[in-house]
């Protein structure tokens, strides 16, 4: 009994001098815009946040989707004009035919223009050129959206 009342004692003093601020408050985030292409009627919002460890998630919300296809989505080195090689892949949409939400966490490396694979934090992509774009399907390589992050 007596050491349970002392481990009680315990355990609100550390989370009284541990966890007076939270943590996750202070993290950033940045959000983007993604324009319809191809007459897909397409569109949606990037949404890039920052993790403790300085790597970050993406996270890509479509205002619809293609119902029975997979949308495929990834971010480019480069501008929209000037698309670079697939920098890294975010994880795929299966459409439903409405607005879907697809999110890739712990992103802390890319391939850069010339092959080789670097390092990204959140400040890194926050001060880089890139484009993400949402392709129909893996079968169709046409764009349904498209838009910048990063610095432009």
């Keep these: 009994m007596k050491s349970a009342f002392v481990l009680g004692i315990i355990s609100s003093l ?10 996750s408050s202070l993290l950033r985030k940045q ?16 949404y890039v946040s920052e ?21 495929v989505m990834n971010v480019y080195n480069g501008t929209e004009s000037v698309q670079g090689n697939v920098a890294f892949k975010l994880v795929d949409i ?15 490396q890319f391939i850069a223009n010339t092959g080789t694979y670097k390092t990204l934090t959140y400040d890194a992509i926050m001060d880089y050129d890139a484009v993400v774009k949402v392709l129909y399907s893996s079968s169709k390589d046409s764009a349904i959206c498209i838009g910048k992050i990063g610095k432009f």
Aim: hydrophobic share 30%; glycine share 12%; proline share 0%.
């Design 14 to 23: 550390f989370l009284m001098m541990g966890c007076s601020k939270d943590e």
């Design 51 to 71: 993790n403790l460890d300085s790597s970050f998630n993406i996270t890509i919300v479509l205002n619809s989707s293609v119902k029975d296809t997979v949308h």
């Design 31 to 46: 959000q983007y815009e993604l324009k319809s292409v191809n007459n897909s009627g397409i569109s949606g919002t990037v």
């Design 94 to 108: 299966k459409g439903t035919g409405q607005s879907v939400i697809g999110e890739t966490k712990d992103i802390g």
